[in-house]
Every structure is written in C-alpha cells, then in structure tokens.
C-alpha cells in the first residue's frame, strides 16, 4: 500500500541508452513531480504535472521527456544518457499545486523512494 | 547567491542533545515552510510545515520562523540515535509558481 512508488529503484546502464522510469501513487492526488538530487543530496524539480497537464517545465535537456497517461501516473524517459545523469530520481505527488489552494492551506509533496540512475 | 541555504554538516551530537537545524532564504515572497527528513536511501518524509511567522510544535520537534529575518530553524528535544538523516528545509509563495524550493540539507548524526 506505498503512497508514492517508483520502478524501478537501481538503474545502472551505458551512455548513448535509453531508459525509462515509472511512478504511480494512490493518494488521489492532482499533481505529481520528478525531482532529480544530487550527489550533494541538492533537491532540484525537473517536471510538474496537474491532472496530466505540464505546468512546471524546467531547464531540463529535452532528451528528458515526462509523460502523463493519467493523473495517477507520472513517467520519465530519458534518451541518449549521459555520464552527467547520473543521480536519484525521485518522484514526487501533492494534493494540488502549490499556489491553486486557499491562501493559508500547505499542499505538501510526498515523495517515493528514488531511482538511483548510474551511467557508465 | 542560492535562494535557500543551508550547512552541509555533518552535525554530530550526544543522544539526549538539542538539535537546532536552520536555513536561510533570500526571496522575501515564500510563505509556505516545510521540514523533510530523508534517511539514507529513502525518499524526503515530510515532517513539519508552517504557514507565515511563529512556531510549530509536534512532540519533540519545534518549527520557527522568522520571516523578518529570513531564518527558519527546526528543533529537536531529546535527540535519539534515530533521528540521525538529512534535513532539507523546503519553502514555497503562494502564488502559482507551483514550485517547492529545497535547501540542500544537513546532515544530521545522533551517537548513542
């Protein structure tokens, strides 16, 4: 009964690959997140996703792509990888997005447990 | 300059000790400040939020802010071997950025 689950959770592959990451949480919530974290533990957000729509899009290279199937599901696909992408994965769901709520109510993230991507 | 900052540590201290945890923050539009602990290979677990100034309290953790300031802490009262993880203070304004920004954690190590 995980809230937030990610697969898979070790992901060691070749530069020049193509790999995927999926998410999936059953809290109902309307909004889900990739955070990527480095090796200094620096939390930085990639994507946001509201109900399957793009609405956070940050300077990311765009051999990294997010896709929504629903709002439930939230995956990664990344093309070409890199040494440098090497990190932890996590994702990431909160109730709505930050900001869309009642002035004083927090809409706290609840993050899964990362996938720790190695290139080689 | 880094919107939120925070020291590394690692911060070792006796099990029974006081903790204090703080970060700084540079823009004064966030509201929203949040406290997450991430043991080792695991995800950020929330733990504390506030809303706005003052103090927070749930059992042996206090959350402070001081938005004059632009200073947030976190308290632990009687520190335990486990609560030793990375504490990454969060913050976020309430308008529409949609975006939580971290600071980069401290890391934090109770000796029993």
């Known amino acids: 009964d995980t809230a937030v689950s990610q697969t898979p959770k070790y992901l060691v592959t070749q530069m020049g690959n193509d790999k995927s990451i999926k998410c999936e949480q059953n809290l109902g919530h309307d909004t889900m997140y990739w955070y990527k974290q480095d090796s200094k533990k620096f939390l930085k957000i990639m994507f946001s996703?509201?109900?399957?729509?793009?609405?956070i899009n940050e300077t990311v290279p765009n051999r990294f792509s997010p896709k929504s199937p629903d709002k439930a599901h939230l995956n990664l696909h990344i093309n070409s990888l890199e040494l440098g992408d090497s990190a932890v994965y996590f994702c990431?769901?909160?109730?709505?997005?930050?900001?869309?709520?009642?002035?004083?109510?927090?809409?706290?993230?609840?993050f899964g447990n990362g996938t720790r991507l190695t290139v080689t | 300059q880094k919107e939120v900052e925070q020291d590394p540590g690692p911060l070792s201290v006796p099990e029974g000790a006081i903790v204090s945890l703080n970060c700084t923050y540079s823009n004064s539009a966030f509201q929203y400040f949040m406290w997450y602990r991430q043991y080792s290979r695991k995800g950020p677990e929330l733990l504390m939020y506030?809303?706005?100034?003052g103090n927070k309290e749930d059992g042996r953790f206090t959350a402070q802010v001081d938005k004059s300031s632009k200073y947030i802490s976190l308290f632990i009262r009687d520190s335990q071997p486990s609560d030793s993880a990375t504490y990454l203070c969060?913050?976020?304004?309430?308008?529409?950025?949609?975006?939580?920004?971290f600071g980069t954690g401290t890391r934090l190590k109770v000796l029993a």
């Open positions: 996703y509201n109900n399957k729509e793009l609405i």
């Open positions: 990431a769901s909160s109730p709505y997005p930050m900001g869309d709520g009642p002035s004083s109510y927090n809409s706290p993230l609840h």
């Open positions: 969060a913050m976020s304004q309430p308008s529409g950025t949609y975006k939580y920004i």
């Open positions: 506030t809303y706005s100034s």
